[in-house]
């Protein structure tokens, strides 16, 4: 195993090699939302897993190398409010991006569209401190595929595609970001991968809610009857789709953020 898989420094050596200006690194053991913790039957000893595990990211690892490495927490999946508090505290530390997973329902958890807005303090918390919620593929712990028996070349080719693509029209056609409006999204390993998304979308919203009326509101995820149909083109400035960190992803995880300073 390379140095660079483990050691903060030996990576940025790895980046250095490789010409990469900055890195924003996902959770191996916790998994890629923290599901790890999630799944445990001790929530308190799963939120003290997520606050380490936090404050491991922020000074040892990101403090290793400010500006290199970017501070990505996890979040207690179970409690949004405990959730939020942890998005405070991390943020007055210099965290600018938490991970959260690409589907919370195959998790057990409620979706992004729920009805009793389970997931509103996580959103709220990190609108109010500009930290960008990213989305991982593999992040719900589910693999689709196309038959039982495809071959396994098969499911990576399509999977990905098909995960990235369906939580980008999740979020395009939630409500979400008519709630808050300096939410950012950003899908990793979403790049190149949703070309056939985009186009139509907003042809498509305007015509269902043309023709069912209110019940295309509602069918377009917008559960607010005296309002129109989310505006898909504002919601598709907010996300971000990439397999790697360009310079518009730098300057979103950057952008109003002061510098992660190197613990003394």
């Not at 991390?90 to 959260?100: D, H």
Request: aromatic share 8%; with cysteine.
């Amino acid at each position: 195993m390379r140095p660079g898989c483990y050691d903060p420094i030996a990576r940025v050596a790895d980046m250095d090699r490789a010409g990469i200006a900055a890195s924003l690194c996902f959770p191996s053991f916790p998994r890629f939302c923290g599901q790890t913790f999630y799944e445990a039957t001790d929530r308190e000893l799963g939120l003290l897993c997520v606050r380490a595990y936090n404050d491991w990211m922020l000074d040892e690892w990101c403090g290793s190398a400010p500006g290199r490495l970017i501070p990505q927490i996890i979040i207690p999946l179970w409690d949004p409010q405990a959730a939020a508090t942890e998005i405070d505290r991390c943020a007055s530390l210099g965290a600018r991006a938490l991970t959260f997973s690409e589907n919370p329902a195959r998790l057990g958890l409620p979706s992004i569209h729920s009805r009793d807005r389970y997931w509103d303090p996580v959103f709220a918390a990190a609108a109010a401190n500009e930290v960008v919620l990213c989305t991982h593929i593999g992040s719900s712990s589910h693999v689709p595929s196309v038959s039982d028996d495809s071959p396994s070349l098969v499911t990576f080719a399509w999977s990905f595609a098909a995960m990235s693509s369906g939580t980008t029209v999740d979020w395009w056609f939630s409500s979400v970001f008519q709630r808050f409006a300096n939410l950012k999204i950003a899908l990793s390993r979403g790049r190149d991968r949703l070309d056939s998304v985009f186009p139509g979308k907003s042809r498509t919203s305007r015509r269902q809610a043309a023709l069912l009326g209110g019940a295309g509101r509602r069918h377009c995820g917008h559960h607010d009857r005296d309002r129109l149909p989310p505006r898909q083109r504002a919601g598709l400035r907010r996300l971000r789709c990439s397999a790697g960190l360009s310079r518009p992803h730098l300057r979103l995880l950057h952008r109003g953020r002061r510098r992660h300073e190197q613990p003394g």
